[in-house]
């Protein structure tokens, strides 16, 4: 990164399957629109529209972005002596923070030369609010009940959940289907397994899934057969 503080935004059309590891900045996410996934350790979490969430440095993680998530994110260099939170875990998007990133957003149009002390003023008020983070990790998604997050959780990891009801309440705030959730953790479990070698017969045998179906459901989700 060019600067101590950078402010991005990203809106990827395709489903994005982020490595497994280690971050060389601290950065916060914010979501905007859509649902991103973020694994830390063996929990993994939901993030939904208006959540924030906080990654510290050296944070071994992993983020899955689904297609037509929209979100913002704020990278801090190490260089920085400032009051950074030491765990991860959602943080409260306060209207503060919440009209800063919309800040950054505007400004993010604009030519560089009529951008820049503004973006550095804006994103130094942002340094400012990390001492107001209290990063927790106790729930997967903050906008479900715990039932519903039980249900969630067994969806993620590919076992089938119970309430009928947990799954519509699931739907509303994930703001896709419990269908095309599963086709985005059956790719992803797909990517994984042709970045290590495997072809694409073996990973359709491993996933116990038809070979048209896996390659049609790759090449709507990531633009590209295995």
């Keep these: 990164m060019n600067q101590a503080i950078e402010y991005t935004q990203h809106e990827p059309s395709q489903l994005f399957v ?3 590891k280690k971050n060389v900045t601290a950065y916060l996410i914010a979501i905007q629109h859509g649902v991103a996934l973020l694994r830390l350790g063996k929990h993994e979490f939901a993030l939904t529209q208006g959540t924030g969430f906080w990654l510290p440095f050296d944070c071994l993680h992993a983020l899955t972005v689904l297609p037509g998530c929209r979100y913002h994110r704020i990278d801090f ?18 209207p503060l923070l919440q009209a800063l990133l919309d800040e950054l957003n505007r400004l993010s149009t604009l030519p560089v030369q009529s951008k820049h002390s503004s973006e550095s003023h804006v994103l130094a008020v942002v340094a400012d609010q990390l001492a107001v983070f209290k990063p927790s990790t106790q729930q997967i998604c903050p906008a479900l009940t715990r039932q519903q997050q039980s249900s969630l959780a067994a969806l993620l990891e590919s076992t089938q959940p119970s309430s009928k009801d947990s799954l519509s309440a699931i739907e509303s705030v994930l703001g896709i289907s419990v269908n095309e959730l599963e086709a ?7 990517l994984k397994l042709s970045r290590s070698g495997r072809k694409a017969e073996q990973i359709a045998k491993t996933l116990h899934c038809q070979l048209d179906h896996l390659q049609a459901l790759g090449q709507t989700l990531t633009g590209k057969h295995f």
């Design 184 to 190: 985005c953790l059956l790719v992803r479990e797909a």
């Design 18 to 20: 982020g490595a497994r």
């Design 77 to 94: 260099s190490a260089r920085l002596t400032l009051p950074y939170p030491e765990q991860a875990g959602f943080i409260t998007v306060s």
